[in-house]
């Protein structure tokens, strides 16, 4: 039912811890299963990605599909990093079953979140860039997941 690549992804995953001081952390909870995703990203003063982590309180789809997409946007500049939606992430994976399609936007939504994130502390705009839906603020979230 999974491809490879998914399966590869979900054993070993990529970036899987956090970065303190980072540049920008987003939080955000998937309506239709309860799961959360926490995305950090370290952000250089060129605006380009050095280093993503994920941690994730999510199922095997949730974790193949943010491993993926913390490889897509690694090294890329906030703007490119927008592009990596969670279709780009499911080609990459070489496709996902339609019932979990909804786990992959988890990884796009924190990416998303926390890019959004980075450009308030930063007191800039990203072209493009909207708050995420289901983003969880700080004080709703719960401390131990
Ligand atoms: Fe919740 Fe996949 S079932 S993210």
Redesign the pocket.
Known sequence: MYSEKVMDHFKNPRNVGEIENASGVGTVG?A??G?IMRIFLDIDGDGVIQDVKFKTF??G??VATSSMATELVKGKTVEEALQVTNKAVMEALDGLPPV?V??SL?AEEAIHAALWDYAEKNGIKIEGLEQPKNDISEEDEEEDY
Do not use: I
């Open positions: 998937n239709k299963c799961d999510g199922c789809a949730a979990k909804h786990c988890l």
